[in-house]
């Protein structure tokens, strides 16, 4: 899934490989991934598999999510599915029909803020699989792309997937935090209980390492520049994504598009929202939300999440630089997190 977003998270373990009793220590192997990388951290004994083995099968899920999920794969079941044209099904893959039905759920939850089937309007502003260069549509373009974009248009029917007009779907939004509880749920199955989890900047950590001491991230400040850490979590039982906008964007004639698109629109987010972070059990629901509260921006992002009772951390530009808003599940559950 060559060319997925990177997030705005720091992995930090800021305790080192420590040894503790009954020979427990943290071991840790990783590699490239969906056009980025992913690195597993765990807590290893004399009961565990070798790292080797623990790599092998990690690396097995992820190959599988590649030819199941992938936009940049011309051999995908997914590119397979969005090359059929309007009025076509074809039997997908469960996770696949899972992601969609997510998808869908989110998209009714935020009157279409989020969407999976956005590829066409990605390609045409230059951020997709198929575009030809960053480059600003014309409203003629945009209305055109958007006749085929919208879960309406999408129709589960047993194990097929059917679209009522040319549809192309696009999981980026939700794929890697979806393999990261895979990754996570084969790691407890293969007897590792303690972990931290990066699949192209989606996190899990599970657990406590040899010390006692839980697993710790750092979120990362919203700089173009330099990766500097804003604040750190401790994590057990979390997954944790963060989405944001200034990393990955162009400019055109002093102004600047950023590769998170709002579907209702058809063109990229216009807001002062910088980045949100949202910690969930589910990875996989963690990713989905960070990208919908993106979309909804500072004040309507965060009055969902409020509502919703979801712990999200918004950091938005201000005149003077960033300024940074949590809710009060995040408050509650984290406090205002410690400090660098």
Not at 14 to 38: I, K, Q
């Amino acid at each position: 899934m060559a060319g997925i977003r990177r997030t705005g998270l720091l992995v930090a373990l800021l305790a080192g490989a420590l040894l503790a009793g009954c020979g427990d220590r943290v071991e840790e192997f990783g590699g490239p991934t969906m056009g980025s990388h992913y690195s597993v951290k765990y807590v290893a004994s004399a009961s565990t598999p070798e790292p080797a083995t623990l790599k092998a099968e990690v690396e097995a899920l992820l190959a599988e999510v590649d030819e199941q999920m992938s936009t940049w794969r011309a051999d995908s079941e997914l590119s397979r599915f969005n090359r059929l044209p309007a009025g076509n099904c074809r039997v997908m893959p469960e996770p696949v029909l899972r992601l969609v039905r997510l998808g869908e759920e989110l998209s009714t939850q935020s009157d279409g803020a989020f969407d999976l089937t956005v590829e066409p309007l990605l390609d045409l502003w230059g951020f997709g699989p198929q575009s030809r260069g960053e480059r600003v549509p014309t409203a003629e373009e945009i209305a055109e792309a958007r006749a085929n974009v919208g879960h309406q248009l999408l129709r589960i029917d047993g194990e097929r997937l059917c679209k009522a007009a040319a549809v192309q779907l696009d999981l980026n939004s939700i794929a890697a935090g979806y393999t990261v509880d895979l990754v996570g749920a084969r790691l407890a199955e293969l007897g590792v209980s303690s972990y931290l989890l990066d699949i192209t900047g989606e996190l899990k950590g599970m657990g406590r390492k040899p010390d006692g001491t839980p697993w710790r991230i750092a979120i990362e400040a919203p700089r173009a520049d330099q990766r500097v850490a804003q604040k750190i979590l401790t994590l057990d039982g979390l997954g944790v994504s963060t989405s944001g906008d200034y990393r990955n964007y162009f400019e055109r004639d002093g102004r600047r598009y950023s590769h998170t698109l709002d579907p209702r629109s058809g063109a990229p987010i216009d807001h002062r929202l910088a980045s949100v972070t949202v910690l969930d059990a589910q990875a996989l629901r963690a990713d989905g939300l960070s990208t919908l509260l993106m979309v909804l921006g500072p004040e309507r992002g965060y009055a969902f999440a409020e509502r919703a009772g979801i712990p999200a951390l918004f950091v938005t530009r201000t005149d003077e630089g960033f300024a940074s808003r949590a809710t009060p599940e995040f408050t509650r559950r984290f406090g205002e997190g410690d400090k660098p």
